[in-house]
């Protein structure tokens, strides 16, 4: 019925960049507070950033200056620009946003979450 779907995730070198990004897909009506998070092999999953319909954002401090989130609210995606890369940043990333969207003859807000794109910053 909805879907988010990450795409951009990849191998790259220290100091090398990428582009993430989450498309929703269904009945959507509007997408809110989107965001990444990511969550490395034993480790909890954390905030990476996230954006607000009035264009606020908010970012992890292992990540600020190296990453922007922008979202398309149109075309209900979210992105996240990663540059600087570090080995550090190496997880699998995913987004997630309250999704607004049309079920049956009522509408309904809920939490989604996508399936996670590697990133891996390695030589």
């Known amino acids: 019925q909805v879907q988010l779907v990450e795409s951009g995730g990849g191998l790259v070198q220290p100091g090398g960049s990428l582009r993430l990004s989450c498309a929703a897909s269904g009945s959507i009506v509007s997408m809110n507070t989107p965001g990444w998070y990511r969550q490395a092999p034993g480790k909890e999953r954390e905030l990476v950033a996230t954006?607000?319909?009035?264009?606020?954002?908010n970012y992890a401090d292992s990540v600020q200056g190296r990453f922007t989130i922008s979202a398309n609210n149109a075309k209900n995606t979210v992105y996240l620009q990663m540059n600087s890369l570090k080995p550090e940043d190496t997880a699998v990333y995913y987004c997630?946003?309250?999704?607004?969207?049309?079920?049956?003859?009522?509408?309904?807000?809920?939490?989604?979450w996508g399936q996670g794109t590697q990133v891996t910053v390695s030589p």
């Open positions: 954006v607000t319909s009035d264009g606020s954002t």
């Open positions: 997630n946003a309250d999704v607004l969207y049309n079920y049956g003859n009522y509408r309904r807000r809920r939490t989604y």
